[in-house]
């Protein structure tokens, strides 16, 4: 596809979803000439929530993916639009950590089990729960991997803080603290009840940093 036909309404019946492995038509998108009144509901849907018919966003963010792909408006670039406007929606509702969850990855990994949602949907008069629980797998595979990553970087942070001599690993975790933050302050109470370990215990921690001047006493 020519780059000036992303995000470009279909002018004609010629766009079909193929399966990528057998080259068969999977879905027929809704004939060109329902696009106006199509996409116009799909706007209303996307910017109203009455609070007398609330759908939770994740769900309705689910179906917002799901609408775009089944309508196929665009010429080329359907599944990136869909995707993003999923991401959007999420974030205009203040699920911020969507902002670092790849979606794209795991659609990719299960391409076949993205394609069934679809397929399920349609065949079951239209019914979407299919595709929301598809979705959610993502969004929580999705949300894991995060974790993973996240955790992979705090290890290798870690291991470096702990190869200080003269350390332990409480300190250790303390430095990685004031390496993710400069400005953090610590109190001997503070780190009495994050480690679960006696005050004075906490003190000598903090004292012996301030000693080896990776810390400084503030009264």
């Not at 020519?2 to 979803?17: A, K, L």
């Not at 991997?145 to 291991?159: F, G, M, N, S, Y």
């Not at 940093?209 to 009264?219: E, I, S, T």
């Amino acid at each position: 596809m020519e780059p000036g036909n992303i995000g470009v309404f279909r002018t004609s019946n010629d766009v079909h979803v193929m399966n990528e492995v057998t080259g068969e038509i999977v879905h027929t998108p809704p004939k060109y000439n329902e696009l106006q009144e199509l996409m116009q509901s799909f706007c209303d849907f996307f910017n109203s929530n009455p609070k007398e018919n609330f759908i939770h966003p994740i769900v309705k963010a689910s179906i917002l993916h799901f609408l775009i792909g089944y309508i196929h408006p665009f010429i080329d670039g359907n599944g990136r639009s869909a995707r993003a406007i999923f991401y959007w929606y999420l974030l205009k509702n203040g699920y911020w950590l969507a902002e670092y969850l790849s979606i794209s990855r795991i659609i990719m990994k299960t391409k076949v089990q993205y394609e069934k949602a679809y397929i399920y949907t349609e065949i079951d008069d239209m019914d979407v729960t299919y595709f929301i629980h598809y979705q959610v797998k993502v969004l929580t595979q999705a949300f894991e991997d995060l974790k993973k990553h996240i955790a992979k970087k705090k290890r290798k942070h870690l291991t470096k803080v702990n190869h200080i001599k003269g350390i332990n690993e409480r300190q250790a975790q303390i430095l990685y603290w004031v390496e993710k933050d400069e400005n953090r302050f610590f109190t001997v109470k503070e780190i009495e009840t994050i480690y679960s370990i006696t005050n004075q215990t906490a003190r000598t921690d903090l004292e012996e940093l301030v000693q080896l001047q990776y810390l400084k006493d503030c009264h």
